[in-house]
């Protein structure tokens, strides 16, 4: 299993541009989430997805979208990059979201920087 | 939802344990006790998680007082590839399911040293 994979490693935008963070797992996990992580910080929720079709938003959504057509995929997209997007950006799956004591395994990171 | 408090920061000598605390005082009933790592920006890494009882797995023991409002992950013979940011989490569900989030913090960032 490759786990969860991330494209691309990093990333330079300019003001007003827009783009597509990949994420993939093969771990046939049903929940799927996005997190950013600004420098000295902790990790924040984005989206998050429970399953193929579902999605919603978590504490920072603004600015982002996401979509989730199969169980695989949950790419995060950037509307129109801003400079306060610039971060690392983390994608994580798990079976079932944390339900019984389930644990998330995170992806190696997309580092954004917006110009 | 559960808040929970960490030392900013950490020593520790190599081979010696390191002993993480953690404290989360308003946590319910069934929140779980996670902690996570994450070593120099890398995605962060699962440990241990608990509930009520002490855990024990390959990588570290989780010991929770009787009343739960704290917790200390033990590392008991730490590495120089231990040094990392520690961070403790309860688990909440997220409106209208059952589903957890994890809520990070800033963590604890421990530093072993030769």
């Known amino acids: 299993n490759a786990g969860v994979t991330q494209t691309p490693k990093f990333q330079v935008l300019k003001t007003g541009q827009s783009m597509t963070l990949q994420c993939a797992q093969d771990?046939?996990?049903?929940?799927m989430s996005w997190y950013r992580q600004d420098p000295g910080m902790g990790l924040r929720l984005i989206h998050y997805?429970?399953?193929?079709?579902?999605?919603d938003q978590g504490e920072v959504p603004n600015g982002y979208n996401v979509s989730r057509s199969t169980t695989e995929d949950f790419p995060l997209r950037l509307l129109s990059a801003a400079p306060s997007q610039t971060s690392v950006y983390f994608c994580?799956?798990?079976?079932?979201?944390?339900?019984?004591?389930?644990?998330?395994?995170f992806g190696p990171g997309t580092r954004l920087t917006v110009l | 939802d559960a808040k929970t408090t960490q030392p900013p920061s950490m020593d520790c000598a190599e081979g010696r344990a390191a002993n993480l605390p953690c404290n989360h005082s308003?946590?319910?009933?069934?929140?779980?006790v996670y902690w996570y790592r994450q070593i120099h920006s890398q995605g962060p890494q699962y440990i241990i998680h608990?509930?009520?009882n002490n855990e024990t797995n390959e990588m570290a023991s989780l010991i929770i007082t009787e009343d739960r409002k704290s917790s200390t992950l033990i590392l008991p013979h730490a590495t120089l590839r231990d040094t990392a940011v520690y961070y403790c989490?309860?688990?909440?569900?997220?409106?209208?399911?059952?589903?957890?989030?994890?809520?990070f913090g800033k963590g604890t960032k421990l530093s072993v040293k030769p």
């Open positions: 994580a799956s798990s079976i079932a979201g944390g339900v019984g004591g389930d644990t998330q395994y």
């Open positions: 989490i309860a688990l909440r569900s997220v409106k209208g399911g059952s589903q957890g989030n994890l809520i």
């Open positions: 308003t946590i319910s009933g069934n929140e779980y």
């Open positions: 771990m046939n996990h049903e929940y």
């Open positions: 608990g509930l009520k």
């Open positions: 997805s429970v399953g193929a079709g579902i999605t």
